[in-house]
């Protein structure tokens, strides 16, 4: 009797270990690596994005001529 009894704690003790405690462990793993993926998806985009901006505004600079720019004298 006494023996039925210990094994019915261990048993309990170990549903309770894998379902409270290792399950929700894993889940959470899973879930970190998915969003430090997204995370890192989303920054190599915006990455590659800001570098083609940069790319595209400095070819597309006009190259400005001294003869644009008008002298004045401040008036106090």
């Known amino acids: 009797m ?3 009894i210990i094994e019915l704690f261990v048993f309990y003790f170990i549903y309770k270990l894998i379902f409270e405690f290792i399950i929700p462990v ?3 793993t899973k879930q970190m690596k998915r969003k ?4 890192q998806d989303q920054m190599n985009h915006n990455n590659q994005f800001e570098t083609h ?3 595209k505004n400095t070819q597309q600079e006009p190259k400005k001529d001294s003869s644009d720019y ?3 004298e401040e008036i106090k």
């Open 53 to 55: 901006q940069t790319n």
């Open 70 to 72: 008008i002298e004045y």
């Open 36 to 39: 430090m993926n997204e995370f």
């Open 26 to 28: 894993y889940n959470a």
């Open 2 to 4: 006494l023996k039925i």
